[in-house]
């Protein structure tokens, strides 16, 4: 397997954009992404396109690659489309970096796009739920709703939320269902479980938001920019008791890419690189007390790939779909202890100026989550802060880097999880 | 790029199963070819499934592949879920050809399964339109629907068409602007100049059929099972003239599965495998007069790889989706000059017992055509063609065989085509 670099990388700002589309946002993040690789469209030989949602909100059920990229003088070359809920777009990083270990391409593109917003919101929360159309449709589809965008069960207090979203006052189609859902139960359930193992608390929880928010705060592309306290994350709306709104990622759209290349290549285009170290997908079932998660079999694999492990890291992007996710992933990803996500936490370390920063971007929490995008954007920060593009949030002599990007369904036999590790 | 090998391949029946699910059908498929590989499901480290209208149809927006695999047994290891349109299929095949390739994997599986038919039939018909939803998307989707599923123009008549679909009278939602379509003329317009530029004639057409029809018939795992003659095409409803519903493929259901592997897991399996000697995807403007096509440019790449050219194969799949197809590819894959399409047919040399046969499984036409499945159908007839398995189909001593896999709109710009060279 040869070396794969990524040599160019671009984004739109994450965020709710009304008037604009999928190729919109596509055109613009694939544009940014040439002009930093210093590369013609036309030296593209394959990409590979993420996409999560624009089947049921926007009508394209297929080939949305080749729609969204239309205009782009891509499609003379290969164009894949590839899915993974959540982990849509690293999946596509992954099968374009394959592209290109396996010496099929020379420079190949991965390319995020996702339109979640929707004139009619309950559309946008019904599209989230279909992916996780499994055994229990309805429960599933509630709970993703609530837990990864801050969709209210009826009834629950609807305290002022600042700039995030203020869901309709309607609970929609499947509202009814949410306060007696079982899974609502157990992901409460599971977040408590998991303070009471750990000692943590709801202000360590809150905690994780503000420190995204804050890291957000200093990022151009990121969907919000304000500060909050843990006083504001604590008091804004319930959405699953103890998580309030501003635990929740965001409804966003927007759109990332990311050119990889070759070392011959890369020498042919005369600009600077990363490495990719590692890629690594791992499907199956996620966290439950019995055996590792999907993350922590993926990273397993990927520090061994790649030679390293969690100490040598100097910065991380990882899933934050809801604040317990990122103090679960410190200890899977073997950033600490089982149980002591919240020490970590509450010592500074992964806050910008500590020892290994998570989340620089703002993360899903802050930076946004247009789904089938997330990924790309995680891998966009990452190779900026390799570079020392991030002006205020950058994370000196970062050398070493690694994103975790998950999909699917908590606690189901559906997730996906990509780990990338990147270094100067 | 190191070597890859098929080592395994199964599929079920394509047919109508209104009681069976996407995932019944996969596992089936997967079962077979696992068997067929003396691989168990743990060996398995790398999935790519291809689908293409779950999504609209069955409601599963998201994760497809790790829903259907839900109890194969895989989903400990990756999972990518693939969508090219008609050529979804054989995309997954290059998907988890570049994971072995790439040396990313040792062993790599490509799935792809449909279910195409739905108890109210007008869906269907909406969901293949859906794959083409460009910039004239009810044209377009009107005559996808017409060409690809013998959905009948209002008005046209409705002669008996034995075995195939005869869809209820009710024109659906599009039909109004069928007849009205530009797209339509612009179709009928290019098969007409096709047989005006080729001296080819309706019968020529009509023997296309007649000549998958009876490879069909033998064939246990083909749709339709029932040798046709060329007056019982001509007389079939007229879909757009000169094309009849007994030249254009019909819905069906499906699933087919291959087993890839390095030389070195080959040899740890220790069963025979046929290499994969090229497999190029292209994408982009397909057939028009003043550039080469899709599959020109395709096929060009792939015999470059393969170091062998158009005279040097022994038996090929090719995307029939319509009979003007299967001829225009006679002269896009170099088996003839340009316009000789039509006396390449006459001469019986893609006929079974002729030079060179073409869809020696019956093709689009008979075996049948569910989308996302259709390409790795045509991948499992060729190798067991290669393994000397298809019994009163079998071309006595192929050695190279060429599949062409086709998907998106003829005519406009969102065209993929995948080429897949497979030698013993």
Chains 1, 2 share one sequence.
Not at 51 to 57: D, F, K, P, R, Y
Not at 152 to 163: E, I, L, Q
Not at 210 to 223: D, E, G, I, L, Y
Request: glycine residues 10%; aromatic residues 4%.
């Amino acid at each position: 397997m040869r070396d794969v670099m990524v040599v160019g990388a671009g984004m739109t700002r994450f965020g709710k954009f009304f008037d604009r589309s999928v190729r919109s946002l596509a055109e613009e993040a694939v544009a940014d992404a040439l002009a930093d690789a210093g590369a013609a469209a036309h030296e593209v030989e394959f990409t590979a396109f993420a996409n999560a949602v624009g089947g049921i909100l926007q009508g394209q059920e297929m080939i949305r690659g080749q729609s969204a990229l239309h205009h782009t003088g891509l499609l003379g070359s290969p164009v894949v489309n590839v899915e993974n809920a959540c982990a849509s777009a690293s999946s596509a990083f992954h099968v374009a970096w394959q592209a290109v270990a396996s010496g099929s391409a020379e420079v190949a593109l991965a390319v995020g796009a996702e339109k979640l917003t929707h004139p009619d919101k309950m559309r946008s929360f019904a599209a989230i739920g279909t992916a996780l159309d499994l055994e229990d449709a309805p429960a599933a589809r509630a709970l993703l709703a609530a837990v990864l965008l801050g969709w209210p069960p009826p009834g629950a207090p609807a305290a002022a939320t600042g700039d995030v979203d203020t869901p309709a006052a309607d609970p929609g189609p499947t509202g009814a269902s949410l306060q007696s859902s079982p899974f609502m139960d157990v992901y409460a359930a599971m977040t408590r479980h998991y303070l009471s193992e750990s000692g943590g608390t709801r202000e360590d929880l809150a905690a994780v938001s503000v420190k995204n928010h804050r890291h957000a705060s200093m990022n151009p592309k990121a969907q919000y920019r304000e500060p909050v306290t843990v006083e504001e994350v604590l008091a804004s709306r319930v959405v699953a008791d103890p998580l309030t709104v501003l635990m929740c990622s965001p409804i966003a759209d927007g759109a990332a890419a990311l050119v990889l290349a070759s070392p011959e290549a890369m020498a042919r285009l005369g600009v600077p690189g990363v490495r990719v170290r590692a890629s690594v997908l791992a499907s199956g079932r996620d966290r439950t007390l019995e055996e590792p998660s999907v993350a922590e079999r993926a990273v397993h694999r990927a520090y061994e790939l790649a030679g390293v492990g969690p100490g040598d890291l100097d910065v991380l992007e990882v899933h934050d779909a809801a604040v317990t996710a990122e103090l679960l992933l410190y200890e899977e990803l073997g950033l600490c202890s089982p149980g002591d996500g919240p020490k970590l936490l509450a010592s500074g370390a992964t806050a910008l100026g500590g020892r290994v920063p998570v989340n620089p971007s703002g993360g899903l929490l802050s930076r946004g989550h247009p789904i089938g995008a997330t990924g790309c954007g995680q891998l966009v920060e990452l190779v900026d802060q390799l570079r020392g593009r991030c002006g205020s949030r950058q994370v000196e002599g970062a050398r070493l880097a690694l994103a975790e990007n998950g999909g699917g369904f908590i606690g189901a036999d559906a997730a996906a999880t990509v780990i990338t590790i990147l270094s100067v």
